[in-house]
T-cell receptor, first 113, second 116 residues
Framework: LAKTTQPISMDSYEGQEVNITCSHN???????ITWYQQFPSQGPRFIIQ?????VTNEVASLFIPADRKSSTLSLPRVSLSDTAVYYC??????????????WGLGTSLAVNP | EAEVAQSPRYKITEKSQAVAFWCDPI?????LYWYRQILGQGPELLVQ????????DSQLPKDRFSAERLKGVDSTLKIQPAELGDSAMYLC??????????????FGPGTRLTVT
């Protein structure tokens, strides 16, 4: 199984940088790391995806160390609207690499004023 | 921007009744997913379609749940009979490719089911 482990919850304040780490010790060579954001009563939304080193887009950065056994989602200067649940998924582009699509509990981020 | 459509948005039904949910994925997306999400938990994959074929339904309670995607476009998920434990959000998602942990999944607004 492409199992991931994340903290259940995190607290932050507006304007701070938030780093959420995901552990994926059994990541396969062809696997990518993908993060989703979910607001209450909505479906998850794609945030960022990466394979190694660092990926940055207009929303977040994703840091992946050389051994790829973990990854860190970085949200710069969070606002109240970043309060959501964040999920880390691991999987490769081939259907055979899909294994079991397991979302886990995610990390519930609370941003306080 | 193209979106995944789901209906109804809300459904209240009594236990032992039948209920059905409909999903229309983004045009051109061959892969369609049905998820169940209980409050406070992550989405649980119920069934995955590639075109009209089922790729994974290992977590689908087949004694009461059924899903179809007859023409490889829209899809219906049915529960008969509904049980109290089926109360949850039912999410539909679609993606271009078959590997859901790699290809970006686009989610619909979901159907909130309450079984009384």
């Amino acid at each position: 199984l492409a199992k991931t482990t994340q903290p259940i919850s995190m607290d932050s304040y507006e304007g701070q940088e938030v780093n959420i780490t995901c552990s994926h010790n059994n990541i396969a060579t062809n696997d990518y790391i993908t993060w989703y954001q979910q607001f209450p009563s909505q479906g998850p939304r794609f945030i960022i995806q990466g394979y190694k080193t660092k990926v940055t887009n207009e929303v977040a950065s994703l840091f992946i160390p050389a051994d790829r056994k973990s990854s860190t989602l970085s949200l710069p200067r969070v606002s109240l609207s970043d309060t959501a649940v964040y999920y880390c998924l691991v999987g490769g582009p081939n259907a055979g690499n899909n294994r079991k699509l397991i979302w886990g509990l995610g990390t519930s981020l609370a941003v306080n004023p | 921007e193209a979106e995944v459509a789901q209906s109804p948005r809300y459904k209240i039904t009594e236990k032992s009744q039948a209920v059905a949910f409909w999903c229309d994925p983004i045009s051109g997306h061959a892969t369609l997913y049905w998820y169940r999400q209980i409050l406070g938990q992550g989405p649980e994959l119920l069934v995955q379609f590639q075109d009209e074929s089922v790729v994974d339904d290992s977590q689908l309670p087949k004694d009461r749940f059924s899903a179809e995607r007859l023409k490889g476009v829209d899809s219906t998920l049915k529960i008969q009979p509904a049980e109290l434990g089926d109360s949850a959000m039912y999410l539909c998602a679609s993606s271009l490719g078959p590997a859901g942990a790699f290809y970006e999944q686009y989610f619909g607004p979901g159907t909130r089911l309450t079984v009384t």
